[in-house]
């Protein structure tokens, strides 16, 4: 069975293409706009992996990480960031927050499918 991956991020384009080299993959997608869609769309919903943007309206990153992280089911997913973010402090607050990894955008998509694979063991 394919494994599922929910991408948050208020860029279609970015979500496009994340979605697009993940189904070309083998991967089931679930898209959100921003991180209080991907929690409303979690809710109920099985997934094995989190990729979302750091800046976003209504919720970002970190406050979706936060709430992914409070949720009993989703509790140890691993949740990769991918932002144009890349200052330590940043890093430290995702790391803190609950992200697994991150990764820089622009991205090449054979480095997101070498990170998703390196975690969805």
Do not use: C
Not at 88 to 116: C, H, N, R, Y
Request: charged share 25%; net charge positive.
């Amino acid at each position: 069975m394919a494994k599922t991956i929910m991408t948050a991020d208020d860029s279609a384009s970015v979500r496009q293409m994340v979605s697009f080299t993940l189904k070309q993959a083998g991967y089931e997608v679930i898209e959100a706009a921003d991180g209080k869609d991907a929690l409303t769309k979690l809710n109920g919903t099985q997934i094995d992996m989190l990729i979302t943007d750091l800046n976003m309206p209504n919720l970002d990153g970190i406050g979706l990480i936060k709430g992914v992280r409070g949720m009993s089911n989703h509790k140890f997913i691993p949740i990769i960031m991918l932002t144009t973010e890349s200052q330590e402090t940043k890093k430290a607050e995702g790391k803190t927050a609950g992200a697994s990894g991150w990764i820089v955008k622009p991205f090449k998509p054979d480095q997101l499918l070498a990170v998703v694979k390196k975690v969805l063991r």
